[in-house]
């Protein structure tokens, strides 16, 4: 079974609109944390957003927030007033084993999204 | 700067060889973290050393191997390389083994001839 799932292979946006990019993931573990990361055509990953499993508010970061959703397992990012710069793949990740021992991080298979002028 | 230093940032090779992709991971942090993205793919998580030791592995191929060094660093050895084994190698670091999130280096890129 998939661990991280982002079901929009690819989106619009129209410039200035506000854009949620989907995430689920799956894991038995009490402890995780979900991290969304952008990897523009250059090809470095940026770090974006972090939620920890036990965090009670939905992270921010500037115009990125995070709706962490922990019954349905949903982690989506929301990106508010979109920009042209925005344009680029965006991948969902998960830690899991957060206690130490076995531990890893998980990629989804990303979502690009194209913001229009 | 994500303060990760991966080496070399791109590798030519043919089918059969073996490569050694280096790492540096920032001042300070322990954990080092080995993906694999293919063409238009996710990353997949190979390998995670934490202060020297093996803490995790993915889907890492019994031709790859991997070891993080006292001083930190860390290098992944990839042998008797096939064409599939074209991609982009991502190094990333963290501070400790749970701790926030992971610094990615500029990622060093292999083509397979």
């Known amino acids: ?117 | 700067d994500s303060g990760v230093t991966q080496t070399p940032k791109h590798l030519i090779t043919a089918t059969g060889q073996r490569v050694t992709l280096r790492c540096s991971p920032r001042s300070g942090d322990l954990s080092v973290y080995w993906y694999q993205q293919s063409l238009d793919q996710g990353l997949q998580f190979l390998i995670h050393y934490y202060n020297g030791e093996e803490r995790a592995k993915g889907n890492i191929l019994e031709r790859f191997s991997a070891q993080q060094f006292p001083d930190l660093h860390s290098e992944l050895n990839l042998s008797s390389l096939e064409l599939g084994d074209s991609a982009l190698y991502f190094c990333a670091s963290s501070a400790g083994v749970d701790t926030g999130e992971l610094f990615f280096g500029e990622g060093s890129r292999l083509t397979v001839l």
């Not at chain 1, 949620?20 to 940026?46: A, H, N, R, V």
């Not at chain 1, 991080?105 to 690009?112: A, M, N, P």
Request: charged share 20%; net charge neutral.
């Open chain 1, 1 to 117: 079974a998939q661990k991280i799932t982002q079901t929009q292979p690819g989106m619009f946006v129209q410039e200035k609109e506000a854009v949620t990019l989907d995430c689920t993931y799956d894991t038995s573990d009490p402890s995780y944390g979900l991290f969304w990361y952008k990897q523009p055509s250059s090809g470095e990953m940026i770090f974006l957003i972090y939620q920890g499993s036990y965090d009670q508010q939905n992270a921010t970061e500037g115009r990125y927030s995070l709706n962490f959703q922990k019954a349905r397992k949903s982690a989506n990012l929301v990106i508010s007033a979109s920009q042209l710069g925005d344009s680029a793949m965006y991948f969902c990740a998960m830690r899991e084993g957060l206690r130490g021992g076995y531990q890893k991080v998980t990629f989804g298979t990303g979502t690009k999204l194209q913001v229009i002028p």
